[in-house]
């Protein structure tokens, strides 16, 4: 079609080009998960929110946000940081948002263009009233902690790769990482304390590792030791001053973390492909009640299908494996499971480059026929023609 606007939200916007949100992806908007009663995602986002009940808690914002570089006008966000700035700008000191972000992205059982994520954050005065506040709040923590069965391998003190920023007083800036530290782990002994897979007597494992993220300093990961591996839980820090500065808050200075709700509701569910998020078979749906954790029941595995496609790319062009996603995610939505490429040469005479790509096609919810399968990859083969100009082989 030739229609020179998309509509997202019942909102049009022209398309430029920049654009590249399809269909599929405009599909999910509306969608909301993290809100819809007994979903998965919706009864850990209440559970999350259980651990900081003093806390505003914001689920319904829309995810079209402004980029960062001026002028482009809108963009899906990416991640929920992405709101940072306008809910301090609104004077709130401590809240959760819980959204929808959208990425480009490979496909498996664990990656899907659209995901959910929780940021948290919580500012305090940047004064010896509010720190003392800090150190009330640490006090309580630690009570909690110190007679919980938890084991927390955090060895990390501030370095010179993650420093405190030079506008901070150190000791504040320290006082508000252990505030950070002391408010996650009470979360994730709330998420994972009290499920299979860890017993009562052995202990929750958590640990703290040092990193980067351009809004934060010091900046920090945290795993969890479940079924017998370090799961990557979320991101975190003490929030970078500009971000206070532009939203026009003085005399601040606090912290920030975000975490994604699918990877987590994986393991703490037994749900084994992140599609099943997405299902609408009562089969999926009907076996969950908002505000439990439960074993999710695989109802069928259907077979798979393999469906390969080699071709040539045009001189001097490439294309990107998350285009390659796109198009396959376009095309034949969730009855992907995984895309792999399986080759990759160049042509020594005439240097032109060869690629061959495997999907794996498998429903959740039902057997698909071979007819259906191939009209599928047909369609998927003349896209690739048609926006990427291969020529296939
Ligand atoms: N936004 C980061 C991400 O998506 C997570 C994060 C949030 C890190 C807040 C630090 C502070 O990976």
Redesign the pocket.
Known sequence: SSKNYIEILGQRFPTDDYTNITPAIIAKTPLQLHVKSAHPLSTLRGLIESAYPDFTHVSTMSPLVSPYYANRDMMLRT???AHEVEMFRKGETRWLLTADVYRRDEIDASHYPVFH?V?GARIFDASPSGMKEVEEDNARVSGILAKSNIVIEDTLHISPTNPVQHNHDPVFSELVAKNLKLSLNNLLLKVFGGVAGISKQEPLRVRWIEAY?P??SP?FEVEVFFQGKWLEI????VIRQATLDTAGVENKIGW???LGLERIAMVLFGIPDIRLFWSTDPRFLSQFEQGKITTFQPYSKYPSCFKDVSFWLPQKSEIHENDFCDIVRDTAGDLVEDVKRIDHFIHPKTNRTSLCYRINYRSMDRSLSNEEINHVQSQVVSQLVERFEVEIR
Do not use: P
């Open positions: 991640h929920t940081s994520q940021e993220f809004f934060t900046s979320l991101g975190c820090g920030a973390f975000g």
